[in-house]
């Protein structure tokens, strides 16, 4: 809901999707385009089978990302471990 006050829809890039789960909540919720980037190739294959949203392959510096191509870029697990510690 935050992002969609900030701008009702955009492009949306997570960092380290993993499963792609919260990737999938902003795809399912919003009008905001997600895609993900996953050092794991068998996370990245599983985020682009079952969930259908583009997932990258390998690190920041490897994956060629388009330039100002992103409204918004996240890291969803590592925002979590701050607020876990910050508890």
Avoid: M
């Amino acid at each position: 809901k935050k992002l969609t006050r900030w701008k009702r829809k955009g492009k949306l890039l997570e960092l380290g999707c993993y499963h792609g789960f919260f990737s999938l909540g902003i795809k399912e919720n919003s009008e905001w385009e997600v895609e993900g980037l996953e050092i794991s190739t068998e996370l990245c294959s599983f985020v682009k089978d079952s969930l259908g949203i583009h997932c990258y392959l390998g690190t920041l510096e490897e994956a060629q990302l388009p330039r100002n191509y992103f409204d918004f870029i996240t890291n969803a697990q590592t925002h979590i471990l701050c607020n876990r510690r910050a508890n």
